[in-house]
């Protein structure tokens, strides 16, 4: 009898009773992507809601007595006087490792046919961001493997830098180029058994896009080994605008993750102009008071909030992010573009003209900025580029006066062909990102006059060839400038010696 009443109390005791509140309501009306649901008094804000057919939404208008949910699934299923129920839990996607190598839509679910995703962890899409105290300065380089940038423009990791320019001049390249090179510098440094070398793991959301140009960024990805560090998150051009407005969100979660475990990551949101417009599509069905330019009055909140998540926490690891923003025809005060200016630690600014006349990358040294990243910027780099963006300034201002064809002093015409042997050494094929020490080479060897007197068309080339000599005969070299990250008189004098001897092989 008590060996009964001892398994029958046991029994008890196991029970788990945890009260699940299942609120529901109905659908009042359907269209578009969003559907009005009356009741659902105890609904939360970005709450998950679930309608038949296992759809879902996201409560995004709390009315009074109407709920409006944004679906993310077939609304063409949805009918009105459909149930829907709350599910007390707040939007979250896989993260983890195992979303390197792969595609994902805006709610983690892979769209690449490589089967499921291998991740048992979850994160809200939607987080506060890390506060004051959590964060630490940022002084760790993040090396975009672009010259122009890395040497005038530095970034560091937990930095927001933004892309912006025109269409087609070159911001997705810029971006596809540091994921490369984060690829490769990972690749070298998990090769060198140096325990204290941090990988950089990279998100890239591609929102709004058309299929064929996310499809042609994953394939440049892939042919430089870069897709195994990167996962994608695409809510192409052709999804709903709820999934483009969560994509975003959905990526900052899976960077949280690398950051909050200890590691690097990288994120890239291609691009936010579009992401504001899906948002105003969705803000206007939702009959929302639209403001400036019809974007509704929280517009602001919803890039502050994404992008205030990236950053470097105190004895974890760090979120750089590489917002893009879409302008129209050069034109930065436009509202979308002056409010990420204003959240982001600095921009880079690319020009219609610049890339028109084949500068590219299509960089514009005079509005381009970086608040913070000379504070990770490595001592090599700025022993040997650190006067190039006053030269560049000053050439650029020069070479507007000398357009008059008067005559030019001796300086004056100096300090035009120096600048222009500047402007040729820093363009760059795209998806080519060159490592930070062959950088330092590069620039090292126009100090020392190596670029002189030679045709300036050649620049590029001759540039091109000094890189490929020390790639393929100063092994040996390159580590150590890597190493020390400095250059010193010994150093100094072994570049000389190696670029005497490319001199001497290349006539
Ligand atoms: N450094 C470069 N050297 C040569 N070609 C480049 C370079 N950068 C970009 N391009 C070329 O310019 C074109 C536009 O580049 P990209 O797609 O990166 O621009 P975008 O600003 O992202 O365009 P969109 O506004 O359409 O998104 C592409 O064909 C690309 O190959
Ligand atoms: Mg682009």
Known sequence: MSTVLAQIESQIAKLSST?????????????????????????????MVAFPGGVIGIALNLGEDEVGCVVLGDVSQLKQGDEVQTTGKLLSVPVGKGLLGRVVDA??????????????????VEKIAPGIMARKSVNQPLFTGIMAIDSMIPIGRGQRELIIGDRGTGKTTIAIDTIINQANINRVGLASGDASFRPVYSIYVAIGQKNSNIVRTIAALEAAGALEFTCIVAAPAADNPANQYLAPYSGAAIGEWFMENGMDALIVYD?????????????????????????????????????????????????TALPIIETLAGDVSAYIPTNVISITDGQIFLETDLFNQGIRPA?????????VGSAAQIKATKQVGGKLKGELAQFRELAAFAQF??????????QLDRGSRIVELFKQPAFNPIS??????????????????????TVTKTSASIRE??????????TEIRTKAALDKDLEAKIITALNAWKSSNG
């Open 363 to 371: 960089v514009s040294v005079g509005l381009s900025v970086s608040r």
């Open 107 to 124: 709610l983690g679910n892979a769209v690449d046919g490589k089967g499921a995703i291998d991740s048992t962890t979850f994160y809200p």
């Open 19 to 47: 009260a699940v509140r299942k609120n529901t309501g109905f659908i009042t009306a359907v269209a578009d992507g969003v559907a009005k649901v009356n009741g659902l008094s105890d609904v939360m804000y970005n709450e």
């Open 405 to 414: 064809g008067s005559d030019l002093d001796a300086k004056t015409k100096a």
């Open 271 to 319: 691009d936010l102009s579009k992401h504001a417009v899906a948002y105003r599509q969705i803000s206007l069905i939702l009959k929302r008071p639209s403001g400036r330019e019809a974007y509704p009055g929280d517009v602001f909140y919803l890039h502050s909030r994404l992008l205030e998540r990236a950053a470097r926490l105190d004895g974890k690891g760090s979120l």
């Open 469 to 478: 000599f020390f790639k393929t005969r100063q092994d040996a070299l390159l």
């Open 436 to 457: 930070i020490e062959l950088q330092a080479v590069t620039i090292f060897a126009l100090q020392k006059g190596y670029y002189d007197g030679i045709d300036i068309k």
